[in-house]
T-cell receptor, first 112, second 116 residues
């Protein structure tokens, strides 16, 4: 069965600290996709990244980076030099032959 | 492009009342979805559509109906609202290239519904 676990319910950091949000998934599919979404306090869901299971290269986009490790079924998200505007709930999701499954989210608070 | 829009943004209903939530997208996406978000539960799929005139059940379809009469619109109906349907409802759409569970979904701003 599919499952996405975001073990960190809440994280609090001080501005400029680096922070890593963990995501562990379970699936029987050999082809699948992984996603991260951001939900700021205003409530909308913002797409951040989509990665397919055959592409294990890490990705960097500005202060954001993603580490995909198939061996440990993890797709972790790192924010470098965090800023107050990064405060949000972040959701990891996995989709394949069945449905798109979301984790329960990690609430990140970046304090000035 | 407005992307995905939802109407209304907020609504308060009494138990037993009915209402329709409207979702519209201007990205010419084939697939559209309705989710509900509850504290501690993450996002759960209610219904989805893979094209005009088609709908399918998601994870939590009971108490809801949907219609997709036009490609750009996806309506979510509550025939007899219950307090358990108090939630934030999100609509999403996707291009339809790879599948309803593997496409990138783009979300609307959400509708906060309270049922008293």
């Amino acid at each position: 069965a599919q499952k996405v676990t975001q073990a960190q319910t809440e994280i609090s950091v001080v501005e400029k600290e680096d922070v890593t949000l963990d995501c562990v998934y379970e699936t029987r599919d050999t082809t699948y996709y992984l996603f991260w979404y951001k939900q700021p306090p205003s409530g909308e869901l913002v797409f951040l990244i989509r990665r397919n299971s055959f592409d294990e290269q890490n990705e960097i986009s500005g202060r954001y980076s993603w580490n995909f490790q198939k061996s440990t079924s993890s797709f972790n998200f790192t924010i470098t030099a965090s800023q107050v505007v990064d405060s949000a709930v972040y959701f990891c999701a996995q989709g394949g032959s069945e449905k798109l499954v979301f984790g329960k989210g990690t609430k990140l608070t970046v304090n000035p | 492009n407005a992307g995905v829009t939802q109407t209304p943004k907020f609504r308060v209903l009494k138990t037993g009342q009915s209402m329709t939530l409207l979702c519209a997208q201007d990205m010419n996406h084939e697939y559209m979805y309705w989710y509900r978000q509850d504290p501690g539960m993450g996002l759960r799929l209610i219904h989805y559509s893979v094209g005009e005139g088609t709908t399918a059940k998601g994870e939590v379809p009971d108490g809801y109906n949907v219609s997709r009469l036009k490609k750009q619109n996806f309506l979510l109906g509550l025939e007899s609202a219950a307090p358990s349907q108090t939630s934030v409802y999100f609509c999403a759409s996707s291009y339809g290239a790879t599948g309803e569970s593997t496409d990138t979904q783009y979300f609307g701003p959400g509708t906060r519904l309270t049922v008293l």
